[in-house]
Structure formats: C-alpha cells, structure tokens
C-alpha cells in the first residue's frame, strides 16, 4: 500500500514505524517540511530514499504526493469493539458510520473524529470502506491516530454500547427535535448515515433519539463529514469544554 503527502506519512512514521518498508522523498526538496520529516524518519529508524520527482509522479499517478511517498504494510484493525470499550478513559465519545463507503467522506470524518477527540470509528463490515490510500490521503493522519472498527452487525453493536451506558444518537433531516434542543451525554456514541439514503431502518429503530441539523437555505442536508464536524463538535462545546472548574 502507498502513502503519501507529508501528513500521513509523518503520522505512520510516528505511530507504526515498524510498518513503513520504503521512504521515498524528492531530491529537489530541502526546506523545513522535509526535513522535519527526514528527522521524524530517523528517528523512528527508517531510511529515507532521495529520488527524482518524475519517479515519485509515477508511483502515484494524478496524486498530490508533496514529493514523499511511503511503501506500507496494510495493517489490519488492531481493536475489536470490547478492546476499544475497554480502553476508553472517561465519558465515551463514539462515531458510527452507517453506509458510508465513499473513501474521501471517510477520510474526512476520521479527520473530523481526530480533532474532536472521538476515541473511535465504528461502521458494518458490509456497508463501508475500508482504509485505503484514498482514505488515509484524506485523513491528512488521522487514520492512524482514530481506532477504525469495522463490526459484522451496527444494530447489535448499537445494543452493546447502550448496554454499558452509552446514549447513542441518530441523524435524520425528518426529525422534530433539532441538535440543538437535544440533550447530548458526556458518555454518546453519534450515528450518521451516507448522503441521501441516511440511517438503515434497523439502525434507525436501535437509535435512544434521532435528531436533525437546522438547513436554513434551500440546501436539504449536508455532507456527512461536514455533518459529522457538527454534531461532534456540538458535543465537545456543551460536554467537554462547559465542564466547570473543580
């Protein structure tokens, strides 16, 4: 598998060094960026290859690679649920992803669940993507950074998380209550469906409450990363950052 672009390559090199089997870097590249990651490679003891620019557009044909491209082991997902469950300190802050198989709307809302401090991506075997370059590229890192659980059923799923006390909140354009009259926990897990067809019915049914995103213009939802930025950011401002002072 490639990876490239200076953000995704330094976070593999940080995170599974022992991963990255080949560095490439352009040899007519030299300001800081490349070298704050020839550091980052040394560090993690990986050796970094100069090569021309013509042989990096080659590897990655109509890719923006920033001249740093990277030969990975695929890596499988290193958590379960109950792994993730268990390893979560404090209130859980969860992300389901129900039907989302556009790669580029995966990377983005890993990218989104990075910032938010989600502890993790949840989504069905059956109706997702899976971590390929295109979503690892658009998760600019946090690919390796949010644990990404692919699950066999998200409607049990949903019952083992509110089985251990956790709230777990559905989109849907066609609900009454809104986000922001909703009352969100410390401990939620949000669920969001693709563009369009939205949640499953079963997911839907599994749902503690369904809310809706206010549209004041002519435009019926958002995209689902934008979506995703929304809501969970929503949740920080009243449940993480609204915590008083001990």
């Known amino acids: 598998m490639l990876v490239f672009g200076f953000h995704s390559v330094t976070s593999r090199l940080r995170q599974s060094a022992a991963s990255v089997k080949e560095l490439y870097v352009a040899s007519g590249r ?18 970094a290859r100069r090569i021309d620019g013509a042989r990096l557009d080659r590897m990655c044909p ?13 890596r499988p997902p290193s958590l379960d649920l109950d792994q993730l469950l268990d390893g979560i300190d404090g209130p859980p802050l969860l992300l389901l ?10 990377g983005a809302c ?15 075997k059956d109706h997702a993507c899976p971590l390929n370059e295109t979503v690892i590229q658009t998760a600019s890192g946090a690919a390796e950074s949010v644990p990404y659980v692919m699950v066999t059923n ?3 799923t949903i019952d083992v998380l509110q089985e251990r006390f956790i709230t777990v909140i559905g989109t849907a354009d066609e609900s009454t209550q809104t986000l922001y ?6 401990s939620v897990a949000w669920v969001l469906g693709a563009e369009g067809v939205g949640l499953r019915r079963l997911t839907r049914e599994r749902c503690d409450a369904l809310v809706s995103i206010p549209m004041a213009g002519q435009v019926e939802s958002l995209n689902v990363s934008v979506a995703t930025g929304v809501v969970l950011y929503e949740t920080v401002r009243r449940t993480r950052l609204a915590v008083p002072p001990a």
């Open 30 to 47: 030299d300001d800081g960026r490349v070298r704050d990651l020839l550091a980052a490679a040394a560090h993690a003891g990986v050796e």
């Open 62 to 74: 109509n890719r923006r690679h920033q001249g740093v491209v990277a030969i990975v082991e695929a």
């Open 97 to 106: 992803l129900d039907g989302v198989t556009d790669p580029r709307n995966l």
């Open 110 to 124: 890993l990218r989104v669940a990075d910032g938010a401090g989600v502890h993790g991506v949840i989504a069905p």
């Open 154 to 156: 998200l409607a049990r």
């Open 181 to 186: 009259d909703a009352e969100i926990p410390a």
